[in-house]
């Protein structure tokens, strides 16, 4: 359910400072500092960790220890990339490796950040496809376009806005994704009810989300992390499924695939607007 508009309010104004705070870092810090920072910078990770600024807190690891960061994308891709792009990386997954992009397509990102699986989605879909990126955050937009001048990006178009209000026209994207983005909303059925508008008839998501087990209560979630930390706004996995269900969507899969916490796990969620 929705938050009240007071608290929803309050909970967004948070996330926006935190992930500016972030966009500020990485691009100020030489080396770039994002959620994990310089990997030989031990006191900039304590840093980090301990203002919680990421997914998960600011963990940071490998990919079989940690769902969180860029840890979980292929070096190849990853040496595509300008620098800022990768560091700026604070998912919990791999969109790209869910969504099967084609050459042609149009594809939103969700909470684009820093950019990275935006224009990872622009090599993917080529010159007659095209990828846009929504964020809410001036820092981590004027991060992500940077990033695209930088990666010679002729095929992408970073907006402003929040994912619950897309600036886009109806039925004009084949492919969304998300990563780790939509368990920070405030009023999830909107988030989903507007990926489904501006969906094409055949069109379909593909996100990386936290999700919780359906044994954990909303107020279990909160006590196992923050909202910005990707924890304590997290649906169930049976939440998610009716939530996308109630906005029209169908061949819904919710696949857990690492824990995040105690009963909270990073998923794959996949599902189609019908043709």
Not at 82 to 102: E, F, I, K, Q
Not at 122 to 127: C, L
Not at 227 to 244: N, P, Q
Request: aromatic share 4%.
């Amino acid at each position: 359910m929705p938050q009240d508009q007071s608290t929803g309010n309050a909970l967004r104004d948070e996330v926006r400072a935190r992930y500016a705070a972030a966009a500020r870092r990485i691009t100020a810090a030489a080396p770039a500092a994002g959620c994990c920072g310089p990997t030989d910078n031990a006191t900039v990770l304590t840093t980090i960790d301990a203002n919680a600024d990421c997914c998960g807190g600011g963990s940071c690891g490998t990919a079989e220890a940690d769902p969180f960061g860029a840890s979980r994308y292929d070096q190849g891709d990853r040496d595509q990339l300008p620098a800022d792009a990768v560091t700026a990386s604070l998912g919990c997954g791999n969109p790209l490796a869910v969504a099967d992009l084609h050459e042609g397509e149009t594809v939103l990102d969700l909470g684009s950040g820093g950019g990275i699986d935006v224009l990872l989605s622009a090599k993917r879909v080529g010159p007659t496809g095209r990828a846009y990126g929504l964020d809410m955050t001036d820092d981590m937009l004027t991060l992500a376009r940077s990033n695209a001048t930088k990666a010679g990006a002729s095929n992408v178009e970073f907006l402003k806005g929040e994912i619950e209000h897309i600036p886009l026209p109806d039925a004009t994207v084949d492919v969304i994704i998300s990563n780790c983005v939509i368990n920070l909303s405030t009023d999830k059925p909107a988030v989903l009810a507007e990926a489904f508008r501006v969906l094409r008839p055949g069109g379909r998501i593909g996100v990386s989300d936290v999700v919780a087990e359906d044994r954990l209560s909303p107020a279990e979630r909160a006590d196992r992390g923050q909202w910005v930390g990707c924890i304590a706004g997290a649906l169930s996995v049976t939440e998610y499924h009716d939530g996308l269900a109630a906005a029209g969507f169908t061949d819904i899969e919710i696949t857990p695939t690492q824990q995040a916490a105690d009963g909270m796990h990073a998923a794959i969620v996949r599902a189609a607007k019908p043709a």
